[in-house]
């Protein structure tokens, strides 16, 4: 199974959300200014807080804090989709490398199962 990025050929915009914070290039800052690079792995490794899940965590204005990496994603790639969850294929929570992100299914674990290597379409 090929698995395409339906955002690729359309406006970011059009499948996205309008970028909803504002002041983004303050923010790419904050954040492309704040990780880690670990040479042997490729991954840019938050330097802020993270949840119990190991996920980097920042506060957004009055927004409830936010998960950095998919912040990370949309900086980098102009768009968020809200109905998908967006995953590391490096398998580490802390990073924002956008290069190691990649959107998957929310409804059925993908990211977990991509992680594991359980997916079937891995087999
Ligand atoms: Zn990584």
Known sequence: MTRTNPAKNDSPVALGHPLPFGGDKELYYKIFSNYEEDIKTGCWNWRGRTNEKGYGMIDI??????????????????????NLMICHKCDNPRCINPEHLFEGDAWDNTCDMINKGRAAWQK
Do not use: E, K, T, W
């Open 61 to 82: 204005g009055d927004n409830p804090p936010q998960r950095v990496h998919r912040i990370a994603f949309r900086l980098h790639n102009g768009y968020i989709n809200d």
